[in-house]
């Protein structure tokens, strides 16, 4: 059986049968094609567990592939592997074999408290050639800081999903396809209105929530670069959008939000995930230090 036909079967039914995202599926693509291409092989029947083998052994030594890039490769044809032998295609799944590394635990970088106040300061005095620009860049990145979206879910919320005069907002759809709703702070909510006045001046039709400033549609990732681009330069912040969106959870957890309400808002399927954030700040540790019975 021809690799290519049967993972593009493979492709489909985790698209449309499991749900899975554009996102996933173009990992799912890159690795299948990387792993074909690198063994030579073009038929399922040359897959073997010799030569599986060989594929992450040569990423480890030769190719120093990092723990994490690794787990990338494993996780995505482990899935494939395993679609193929339900198919009948693989007798057995080579994957489930192969022993994985070790992912180093390290905490999640934030920026300080300063430096979030400061890029905020910096979007909304800097010299735009108008409002439109000022208004929407301060309220992308004060939804990053006070919601602690993701960026491809800031990019999807649509006009109906941002509630102001109920402070809420609506992730549809969000990182493993699940819905949820953040509340919105008073502080944000302003930002977000600021915005919708100079949005509704231009006419902007189109149903995404955040949209370019020179057409009718909603904003690009390419867009968001090179603002964020221009304000490392500068402000001489060093940051990336999901490192704002960290420092939104480690803010979180150092103005008292329990762990539980946090991992609702942060969209995470696993709560041990969000616990993380419990060990990135000093104040919350001296806190709970705090509470021990001795301490009079």
């Not at 897959?47 to 030594?61: A, H, K, L, Q, S």
């Not at 057409?215 to 402000?235: A, C, E, F, P, W």
């Amino acid at each position: 059986m021809d690799i290519e036909i049967l993972a593009e079967q493979f492709y489909d039914y985790s698209s449309y049968i499991k749900g899975y995202s554009k996102h996933t599926i173009r990992s799912y693509r890159s690795a299948i094609k990387f792993f074909c291409r690198s063994l030579g092989i073009t038929k399922v029947e040359e897959i073997t567990g010799e030569n599986v083998r060989r594929f992450f052994i040569n990423g480890r030594i030769n190719r120093n592939w990092k723990p994490s890039t690794f787990m990338t490769y494993h996780k995505s044809l482990v899935v494939f592997f395993r679609f193929c032998t339900e198919k009948g295609y693989l007798a057995v799944n080579y994957i489930d074999d192969i022993e994985t590394p070790k992912i180093p635990k390290s905490l999640p970088k934030k920026i300080s408290n300063e430096n979030a106040l400061k890029l905020l300061e910096i979007i909304i005095n800097y010299p735009y050639p108008n409002d439109f620009l000022r208004y929407r860049n301060h309220a992308i990145f004060s939804t990053f800081l006070y919601a602690g979206l993701r960026k491809s879910e800031l990019f999807n919320l649509k006009l109906n999903d941002v509630d102001i005069d109920n402070f809420t907002i609506y992730v549809n759809k969000g990182k493993g396809s699940k819905d949820r709703i953040i509340p919105m702070s008073h502080t944000l909510a302003q930002s977000l209105k600021r915005y919708l006045n100079e949005r509704k001046k231009l006419n902007k039709t189109c149903p995404e929530f955040f949209t370019s400033y020179g057409l009718n549609q909603g904003y690009t990732d390419s867009g968001l670069k090179r603002v964020v681009r221009k304000l490392k330069d500068i402000s001489k912040i060093e940051f990336t959008i999901h490192r704002l969106r960290h420092t939104f959870a480690t803010l979180m957890v150092e103005g008292g939000c329990d762990i539980y309400s946090l991992s609702k808002m942060m969209g995470h399927s696993d709560i041990t995930t969000t616990t993380i954030y419990l060990s990135t700040t000093a104040e919350h540790l001296r806190g709970q230090m705090l509470k021990h019975p001795l301490n009079v």
